[in-house]
């Protein structure tokens, strides 16, 4: 269980930090996108995630349980119920002997990570400190957006509930210990000064992750791609943390389509602008269309 959670922690860092400002603006917008035509024999289905939601606001629409009911696999970003690789991501999570969480900030912002820390997760922060700055930037994520729900629930959790009653096999676009690495490649210093700026403007960051909510329940990625773009601190790192594994996922997501119709499921943010898995799918000659 604690394993799962890592692997929905380190999905929630993404909704914290990928931007994606470039969307077309008038196109109708959903969360379940049909992808047919080119050489696929039977359509299968593309659908937007959020990593954490209140309960009572995660519902499937009628649509997409029955594309859910007409498939024979499921992708999520990663496969969250292969125990092995979350063994491994619980490994990779951890920093190298001798270096600390302590070493990437001066003493006044230490203790400003260890009074939140204390604060907002009834945790001494002595217990995250051998821990990479993304498990706390993950830990902060989930904080705001579940801030105001009494059951937070993962929508990825819920697919695979679904899967595992269909029967159907889950699999991942991507290994967990790759989105591990993806953050490797950012300065553990600069994942630091992003944590310190979230927490230190509370106001701010929770008015931004209402907004995307609120977006999200209205099935608006325009709306919610916008919105990402306002976590300013990322914007550098989009095509590392966004763009590149987009580019990563469509030859996966267009050999299984072509095998056997699949349900994929991945965060909202990957789905719109030119650089979105929906445009990347049609330039390679696919039919995408929102499904209501």
């Given at each position: 269980m604690l394993l799962k959670k890592i692997g929905t922690l380190l999905l929630c860092s993404f909704s914290l930090l990928t931007a994606n400002a470039q969307q077309k603006a008038r196109e109708k917008s959903s969360l379940l996108w049909e992808i047919s035509g080119k050489d696929l024999?039977?359509?299968?289905?593309?659908?937007?995630?959020?990593?954490?939601?209140?309960?009572?606001?995660?519902?499937?629409?009628?649509?997409?349980?029955?594309?859910l009911k007409k498939v024979k696999s499921l992708y999520l970003e990663i496969d969250m119920s292969d125990?092995?690789?979350?063994?491994?991501?619980?490994?990779?999570?951890?920093?190298?002997?001798?270096?600390?969480?302590?070493?990437?900030?001066?003493?006044?912002?230490?203790?400003?990570?260890?009074?939140?820390?204390?604060?907002?997760?009834?945790?001494?922060i002595a217990a995250l400190d051998r821990f990479k700055p993304l498990v706390l930037l993950s830990l902060v994520a989930r904080q705001h957006f579940t801030s105001s729900c009494q059951h937070p629930a993962s929508c990825e959790a819920e697919l695979?509930?679904?899967?595992?009653?269909?029967q159907l096999p889950v699999h991942g676009l991507e290994k967990a210990t790759d989105q591990v690495a993806i953050f490797d490649s950012i300065p553990d210093k600069d994942e630091a000064q992003m944590i310190l700026k979230t927490i230190g403007?509370?106001?701010?960051?929770?008015?931004?992750?209402?907004?995307?909510?609120?977006?999200?329940?209205?099935?608006?990625?325009?709306?919610?791609?916008?919105l990402m773009a306002e976590t300013e601190d990322?914007?550098?790192?989009?095509?590392?943390?966004?763009?590149?594994?987009?580019?990563?996922?469509?030859?996966?997501?267009?050999?299984?389509?072509a095998k056997a119709p699949t349900?994929?499921?991945?965060?909202?943010?990957?789905?719109?602008?030119?650089?979105?898995?929906?445009?990347l799918l049609r330039k390679q000659g696919y039919t995408v269309k929102p499904i209501q």
């Amino acid at each position: 269980m604690l394993l799962k959670k890592i692997g929905t922690l380190l999905l929630c860092s993404f909704s914290l930090l990928t931007a994606n400002a470039q969307q077309k603006a008038r196109e109708k917008s959903s969360l379940l996108w049909e992808i047919s035509g080119k050489d696929l024999k039977s359509p299968s289905w593309l659908y937007g995630t959020i990593h954490m939601i209140c309960a009572e606001d995660l519902h499937f629409s009628q649509a997409t349980q029955d594309a859910l009911k007409k498939v024979k696999s499921l992708y999520l970003e990663i496969d969250m119920s292969d125990q092995e690789e979350m063994q491994s991501l619980q490994s990779s999570l951890m920093m190298p002997e001798g270096y600390s969480l302590k070493a990437l900030v001066s003493e006044a912002e230490y203790k400003q990570l260890a009074d939140w820390c204390q604060d907002s997760l009834h945790t001494n922060i002595a217990a995250l400190d051998r821990f990479k700055p993304l498990v706390l930037l993950s830990l902060v994520a989930r904080q705001h957006f579940t801030s105001s729900c009494q059951h937070p629930a993962s929508c990825e959790a819920e697919l695979m509930k679904i899967a595992q009653t269909q029967q159907l096999p889950v699999h991942g676009l991507e290994k967990a210990t790759d989105q591990v690495a993806i953050f490797d490649s950012i300065p553990d210093k600069d994942e630091a000064q992003m944590i310190l700026k979230t927490i230190g403007d509370p106001v701010k960051t929770q008015e931004i992750y209402s907004k995307m909510i609120k977006a999200y329940k209205a099935q608006d990625i325009n709306a919610l791609s916008v919105l990402m773009a306002e976590t300013e601190d990322m914007v550098q790192y989009k095509d590392l943390l966004l763009d590149q594994r987009n580019r990563n996922w469509v030859p996966i997501i267009a050999s299984e389509a072509a095998k056997a119709p699949t349900f994929f499921a991945v965060g909202a943010g990957h789905l719109g602008g030119n650089t979105g898995v929906i445009e990347l799918l049609r330039k390679q000659g696919y039919t995408v269309k929102p499904i209501q």
